[in-house]
């Protein structure tokens, strides 16, 4: 029991550090996660994309109650997308979706659309157990501290951190069992 203890610092180390290390391709003025955007860089087999590279999946801590929690239901929406600098961006944002896999991959979307692919992966930064988004596509980049649990664990509050310039940003993710619509969150249009 001891040798796992030891042996999960290391490997949330070197996940961390594949992480850090992957290479991206440069930031255009004014990309953030804060817009809903289209992929512009076609995708190529390998985790790759024209000028765009997400981090070696890494199989999740199943051990961990939050990765546990994560793996119970494939889509985590964002029911409300609040941004605190900006609320002009909170209605377009919502119904973004994460769509985990239990090899440490992901699809990313919103409402009916897939956007991007990647790698995801859950660690601890001190007391704050924080989710890390790596997607092909550079600008759906994204790590949220993953805090209040609803009672019937069906939805969570994440909060962004600066890792990619969103600590202005909160969501409540829902858990569902399929691709969200906008007809099973009331919106028209």
């Given at each position: 029991?001891?040798?796992k203890?030891l ?51 890494v ?82 980049d ?19 951190t ?28």
């Amino acid at each position: 029991m001891k040798a796992k203890l030891l042996t999960l610092p290391i490997l949330l180390s070197a996940v961390m550090l594949l992480m850090s290390s992957c290479i991206s391709d440069p930031k255009v003025e004014g990309d953030n996660p804060t817009t809903t955007q289209q992929p512009t860089n076609p995708t190529t087999a390998g985790g790759q994309a024209e000028g765009g590279s997400y981090a070696t999946a890494v199989q999740p801590n199943t051990n961990s109650p939050k990765v546990q929690l994560l793996l119970r239901s494939p889509y985590w929406v964002a029911e409300f997308w609040v941004n605190h600098a900006d609320n002009s961006q909170n209605k377009p944002n919502r119904g973004r979706w994460w769509n985990l896999k239990p090899d440490g991959t992901f699809n990313y979307g919103h409402w009916e659309e897939t956007l991007s692919y990647g790698s995801w992966v859950v660690h601890n930064d001190g007391a704050k157990e924080l989710i890390h988004f790596d997607a092909v596509d550079d600008r759906y980049d994204m790590e949220f501290e993953m805090q209040a649990v609803s009672q019937l664990q069906d939805y969570m509050s994440w909060a962004g951190t600066g890792t990619y310039d969103m600590k202005r940003i909160a969501v409540k993710a829902t858990s569902l069992l399929t691709m969200p619509t906008k007809a099973q969150f009331g919106i028209t249009d």
